[in-house]
C-alpha cells in the first residue's frame, strides 16, 4: 500500500467531497444478501441531495464537512473493517492450507489441475495480505491529515477487496475438487464491507468532474 502517499492529498480532498454527499454517514440501505440471483453484487445507487447554503445572490455553495466529521465518519467505517477482516484473514489461512493439501494429491495423477490448484493457493496469500494491510491501516491512529487520508484510501480500496474475496470464492465453488471449501466466511466479511462502502461506490459513480 504503499502507492497510497502518491494520492493522499488528493484523496483527502475527496474523503470531503464524499462526506459532503453523505458517503462517510449511515449506509442507505444495507446487504441483505451478496449473492444476487445471477451472481453479482449490485449496490443501489443511493441519491442524495447535496447541503447547500443560499447566499443572497441566489447562489448555492456547498457545505464542506469539518475535519472532526471526517475523522467520525471514516472510524466508524474502520471499525467494521478492524472487527471483520481478521474473521477474513484466518478462513483464508484455513483455505490455502486445503488447496495445498489438494494440489499434493493431484500432483502424480493430475499435473495440471494441482498447478491450477498452486495458482489459487497464491491467490489466498494475496488476499490474505491485502486484507492484512487494509486491517494495518484501518487500526492507524489518526494523528494528523496525513494519516486520515490514508484511513480513507484503505476504506475505499475496502471495495476491492470485497470483490476479490467474492470472485474467489466462485472460483473455488465452480470446481468439483474445490466444492467442499467453505467460504460463507470470506462472503458474510465481503457483505459487511458492502454496507461501508456502498454509499461510496454509488457517489463515486455519480461524481462528475464536468459536463462534459
Known sequence: MSHYKNVKYPA????SVCLSLDAFGTTAASLSSVEEENGEVHPKRVRIEVPTVTQNSGAAEYVL???EEIREGLARKAKVLISELPKAKASLETIEEMLVTKARRLQS???LRATELAGLVSGAKVLNASAYNT?????????????LAMLGVAIIGSSSLKED???FSRILGDKEDTRDIDCRVLMDVSAKIHEITQDIDANLQDFRLSNH
Open 65 to 67: 464537512p469539518t475535519r
Open 165 to 167: 474475496l467474492i470472485k
Open 109 to 111: 495423477t493430475n499435473f
Open 135 to 147: 486491517m494495518i491501516f484501518a487500526a492507524k491512529e489518526c494523528r494528523d491529515d496525513n494519516d
Open 12 to 15: 483527502l480532498l475527496l474523503f
